[in-house]
Structures are given as C-alpha cells and as structure tokens.
C-alpha cells in the first residue's frame, strides 16, 4: 500500500544568469518546481502572540526517500496539477512553505517502503 499521493512542489531558486542589476545584485533565471507525490499531515498551527495577528500554520510531508531536499527553497503544497507528462504545478496555485530543522530519515520496512518526515511552517500576517 502507498500513501505517496498527494502532489508535493519542490521550488528551487532559478540560476544566476550572469547579468546583474543597477545596483550590483546578481539576477536570478525564474524558479524551477519539481513535482514529488508524498502523504502530508497538520503538524500544529496557532496564533504567535509575540506578534499580534500573526497566524503559524504547519505541516509534518512524508517524502520517498530518494527525494533531494537539500536545496529546496519553498516546499508547495494543495496545488492543482496540470495534465501533462510529467505533471506541473500550475502557477499560481498552492501555498508555499519552508522546512523547519533537519529533515528525519525513516528506513524501509516489511510493510512500508522509506521515507523522509520533514516539519514545513508558513507565517502569514
């Protein structure tokens, strides 16, 4: 049984293009997604009360092990797939989200292959 099948963005910065702009910063190429299918869970979410209307909300994504998390700028999550092969994110759906600490390691088993538990967190407000 495999409950990989929630579509899971991985949004890495685009590469320097070797042009810089006005004020000496190098310019990035557009970011690149790529899609992974994983099982994602709430975590927690509640308000931050150091910082009034400020909402933390969080998630615990169970990635196949051979995903490279190392890198990954923005983890996408509850976006609409395109139909095309492979599938794309389409643009301007989901919710972007970062990893919190170190991704956990979860070895393969009888029952259940391996995988990668990772905590992600978006602030908003």
Do not use: C
Not at 37 to 44: K, L, Q, V, Y
Not at 79 to 84: A, D, E, K, R
Not at 101 to 113: A, C, D, I, K, T
């Amino acid at each position: 049984m495999n409950l990989m099948t929630e579509p899971v963005g991985l949004r890495r910065r685009g590469q320097p293009t070797g042009d810089y702009d006005d004020y000496g910063n190098p310019i990035y190429a557009a970011p690149t997604t790529t899609v992974v299918h994983g099982w994602i869970e709430p975590r927690t979410s509640g308000e931050n009360t150091a910082a009034r209307e400020q909402m933390v909300y969080g998630y615990w994504v169970n990635l196949p092990l051979d995903t490279a998390l190392a890198g990954v700028d923005a983890v996408v999550l509850f976006g609409t797939l395109t139909g095309t092969d492979p599938p794309q994110l389409v643009e301007g759906t989901g919710e972007e989200y970062f990893v919190v600490g170190e991704p956990g390691r979860q070895p393969g088993g009888f029952l259940v292959p391996g995988f990668i538990k990772a905590a992600v967190e978006r602030v908003t407000g």
